[in-house]
């Protein structure tokens, strides 16, 4: 009706401020206590080792020319873009870009194969393009069964790429589907999430300071 103003109510709106106050400050608490418990699983030496072995086949990879293509859904995608721009430009310090892909870039063709092919083969096809063996693909899946992430990491195996899984504790069905599967001790997505972040941040840093000039 011309002259009436159409408001769409959100429970958010009756939020009182003590209720905003509490909530916020309880949300913080919880998320330092989680780290600080997951801190500790995460000094693990059979995890720290694993993660590290992951991280050599990253550096390998772009050592020997190759190209680090990322997946992930979701947030995990906002992950995989953030860490594909690490490569190309920089994380910590200044060095030559170095060919990395984000599979989930491009909302042209994850939309043009999902309506095509279904969204299970959105970075399969990306892969099969892409990919070349002496390659990598780091696929992130917080829960280990979405089924994009197993079927693109099925499509980098028969390409000859090496594989990268990052997933959470249960690591739903990414054990022995990639040559590293590394499981945050965690069933909570944010804080997943949150060390694959941490994880790959490692990784990015290494890379910058080992492309550093040798004295």
Partial sequence: MEGTELTVRHQLHSASEDAITQVVAQ????????????????????LVEQVDAAGRAVVETLRSGGTVLVAGNGGSAAIASHVAAEFVGKCILDRAPLPAVCLADSLTSI???????GFDD???????????PGDLLIAMSTSGRSASILRAL??????????????????????????????VPSDFTPRIQE????????????????????S
Avoid at 27 to 46: D, F, H, M, N, V
Avoid at 111 to 117: F, K, S
Avoid at 154 to 183: F, I, K
Avoid at 195 to 214: F, G, I, K, N, R
């Fill in 154 to 183: 099925d499509a980098a195996r028969e390409r000859g790429l090496a594989t990268v899984a990052l997933t959470g504790e249960s690591g739903g069905d990414l054990p022995g589907r990639a040559d590293h599967v590394l499981h």
């Fill in 195 to 214: 060390v694959h972040m941490l994880w790959a941040h490692a990784w990015c840093e290494a890379v910058d300071v080992l492309s550093q000039p040798t």
């Fill in 27 to 46: 949300r913080q608490t919880l998320g330092i206590e989680a780290w600080a418990s997951l801190a500790r699983a995460l000094e693990e030496p059979a």
């Fill in 111 to 117: 939309t043009a194969v999902g309506n095509d092919y």
């Fill in 122 to 132: 959105v970075f399969v096809r990306g892969v099969q393009s892409l990919g070349r």
